[in-house]
């Protein structure tokens, strides 16, 4: 597979090497997108957030913060700085949500493509809905109202649209991680390497799941997730599904599996795709406390998904998904911590009992080791072929040595987080997002300088 993604990333770059998009963008003939971007307690950085989003210059756009039931000044500060007031805006229930309290438009003509929404609280799932329902474009963007986009984003994520002989249901791009980047205005003006441990770590994560993993899996039409930050979904297809299941955390993952399930019932020619291109950047939780619940959450929503859908495992009518992708999830995403942890064990009793030789167990813990790096490593290499955003030779340095500890201090927590997470579903019966704090883009944006045209 990961011989695969690295052809995909070579095929990618050369196939787009020649395209304008910044010309491409004022195709008057281009699908309508909405952004609906979920707000929660977002007053740290919702007006910088808003601001990313309205320097999008795709041609046929709208901008929809779904607040959603915050308890802090997120609403107050969007309707004071963006100069809103309520609108007399027809819409429609087509999907179920809790009450739409108001659609505020702006007075202001230079933010016509805004819309701010004040909903009862129901999170997130559902704050899509109502975004779903206040929208008339052909696709909407699921995008998190704390991530910063790349300006062309949607010009690249429409591409595979009007390319493909297929119907395109959604459509999912490279989130990458800023933290310690300078940002002015909604744009990162510099990106570097974290400079703490532990988002550092997770960026070497991104870059294999995105890099390796999606790629891959995208190539074969098999790709079940499209990150819940940043993604554009049909649609009147995802109102045909149902929309966002409210009932669990793993709202993203669980649409894209629906999708799939619902144009393989019909037999109809489709296509999730997915563009290997940084399109997004968001923030990594920077202490374990907040990882630990995002982590927690993730885990829950594995599982959520492939019980709900259990009846697609192995079964022939639904192709690639029903006999490759969905019982990968179930063997390596959702089992895997249990076979690990089990085997630790295990082999940790046999050591004790004298049936393991210490020469064996060394030579078999370095196999194993060495893999883990491999896989970092070449995620590194793709990253630095393919896209070299870090130019500092003392960044990559620190990437390499991170990968070669990771196995040792951060692998061993994500896997006691992952087997928390599915206890905590079971036993303790937790189906909350739990609350996620973020360090916001403030302090850099005041202290970086315009970035250059």
Same mark, same amino acid.
């Given at each position: 597979?990961?011989?695969?993604?690295?052809?995909?990333?070579?095929? /990618?770059?050369?196939?787009?090497?020649?395209?304008?998009?910044?010309?491409?963008?004022?195709?008057?003939?281009?699908?309508?997108?909405?952004?609906?971007?979920?707000?929660?307690?977002?007053?740290?950085?919702?007006?910088?957030?808003?601001?990313?989003?309205?320097?999008?210059? @795709?041609?046929?756009?709208?901008?929809?913060?779904?607040?959603?039931?915050?308890?802090?000044?997120?609403?107050?500060?969007?309707?004071?700085?963006?100069?809103?007031?309520?609108? $007399?805006?027809?819409? $429609? @229930?087509?999907?179920?949500?809790?009450?739409?309290?108001?659609?505020?438009?702006?007075?202001?003509?230079?933010?016509?493509?805004?819309?701010?929404?004040?909903? !009862?609280?129901?999170?997130?799932?559902?704050?899509?809905?109502?975004?779903?329902?206040?929208?008339?474009?052909?696709?909407?963007?699921?995008?998190?109202?704390?991530?910063?986009?790349?300006?062309?984003?949607?010009? *690249?994520?429409?591409? %595979?649209?009007?390319?493909?002989?297929? =119907?395109?249901?959604?459509?999912?791009?490279?989130?990458?991680?800023?933290?310690?980047?300078?940002?002015?205005?909604? /744009?990162?003006?510099?990106?570097?390497?974290?400079?703490?441990?532990?988002?550092?770590?997770?960026?070497?994560?991104?870059?294999?799941?995105?890099?390796?993993?999606?790629?891959?899996?995208?190539?074969?039409?098999?790709?079940?997730?499209?990150?819940?930050?940043?993604?554009?979904?049909?649609?009147?297809?995802?109102?045909?599904?149902?929309?966002?299941?409210?009932?669990?955390?793993?709202?993203?993952? =669980?649409?894209?599996?629906?999708? *799939?399930?619902?144009?393989?019932?019909?037999?109809?020619?489709?296509?999730?795709?997915?563009?290997?291109? %940084?399109?997004?950047?968001?923030?990594?939780?920077?202490?374990?406390?907040?990882?630990?619940?995002?982590?927690?959450?993730?885990?829950?929503?594995?599982?959520?998904?492939?019980?709900?859908?259990?009846?697609?495992?192995?079964?022939?009518?639904?192709?690639?998904?029903?006999?490759?992708?969905?019982?990968?999830?179930?063997?390596?995403?959702?089992?895997?911590?249990?076979?690990?942890?089990?085997?630790?064990?295990?082999?940790?009793?046999?050591?004790?009992?004298?049936?393991?030789?210490?020469?064996?167990?060394?030579?078999?813990?370095?196999?194993?080791?060495?893999?883990?790096?491999?896989?970092?490593?070449?995620?590194?290499?793709?990253?630095?072929?393919?896209?070299?955003?870090?130019?500092?030779?003392?960044?990559?340095?620190?990437?390499?040595?991170? !990968?070669?500890?990771?196995?040792?201090?951060?692998?061993?927590?994500?896997?006691?987080?992952?087997?928390?997470?599915?206890?905590?579903?079971?036993?303790?019966?937790? /189906?909350?997002?739990?609350?996620?704090?973020?360090?916001?883009?403030?302090?850099?944006?005041?202290?970086?300088?315009?970035?250059?045209?």
């Amino acid at each position: 597979m990961s011989w695969r993604s690295w052809n995909v990333l070579k095929h /990618h770059k050369q196939a787009n090497i020649n395209i304008d998009f910044n010309a491409f963008r004022q195709n008057p003939f281009l699908p309508s997108i909405s952004v609906v971007a979920p707000a929660y307690n977002e007053g740290l950085t919702i007006v910088e957030n808003i601001r990313s989003l309205l320097s999008l210059g @795709y041609n046929n756009l709208t901008i929809i913060v779904v607040n959603d039931g915050s308890k802090d000044d997120t609403l107050e500060k969007a309707i004071k700085f963006y100069d809103l007031e309520v609108a $007399d805006y027809y819409f $429609d @229930y087509r999907l179920p949500c809790n009450e739409i309290r108001a659609v505020y438009k702006s007075r202001n003509k230079a933010f016509k493509k805004l819309l701010v929404v004040d909903k !009862a609280n129901g999170g997130k799932a559902d704050a899509l809905n109502a975004g779903i329902n206040i929208s008339y474009s052909d696709y909407f963007a699921c995008v998190d109202v704390d991530c910063l986009l790349e300006e062309n984003a949607f010009e *690249h994520l429409i591409y %595979p649209v009007i390319n493909s002989h297929k =119907e395109v249901v959604a459509v999912g791009g490279i989130v990458w991680l800023n933290n310690d980047a300078e940002v002015f205005h909604g /744009h990162m003006v510099k990106l570097q390497v974290p400079n703490k441990f532990l988002p550092r770590i997770q960026l070497i994560e991104y870059f294999r799941a995105f890099l390796l993993g999606r790629t891959a899996w995208s190539s074969i039409n098999g790709l079940l997730l499209i990150s819940g930050a940043f993604g554009i979904f049909h649609r009147e297809r995802v109102i045909e599904a149902g929309g966002y299941n409210k009932k669990t955390v793993g709202e993203d993952m =669980e649409l894209v599996i629906r999708l *799939h399930k619902l144009m393989l019932n019909k037999k109809l020619p489709y296509e999730v795709a997915y563009v290997p291109t %940084p399109l997004c950047w968001t923030e990594a939780p920077v202490d374990t406390k907040i990882l630990s619940r995002q982590r927690n959450r993730w885990a829950r929503g594995t599982a959520e998904c492939l019980m709900l859908h259990r009846d697609m495992l192995f079964r022939r009518k639904y192709g690639i998904i029903g006999l490759l992708s969905f019982p990968y999830w179930f063997v390596a995403e959702w089992m895997g911590p249990f076979i690990e942890a089990s085997g630790l064990i295990f082999t940790l009793i046999m050591m004790m009992m004298g049936y393991i030789n210490s020469t064996f167990f060394v030579s078999m813990l370095f196999l194993v080791f060495s893999m883990s790096l491999f896989f970092s490593i070449l995620a590194i290499l793709a990253q630095e072929t393919f896209f070299n955003r870090y130019t500092e030779p003392k960044d990559i340095g620190k990437l390499f040595i991170t !990968a070669i500890l990771e196995p040792f201090i951060y692998h061993p927590l994500t896997v006691f987080w992952a087997l928390k997470g599915n206890y905590d579903l079971f036993f303790k019966k937790t /189906h909350s997002w739990g609350e996620m704090t973020r360090t916001g883009y403030a302090n850099n944006a005041a202290g970086a300088k315009p970035p250059k045209s």
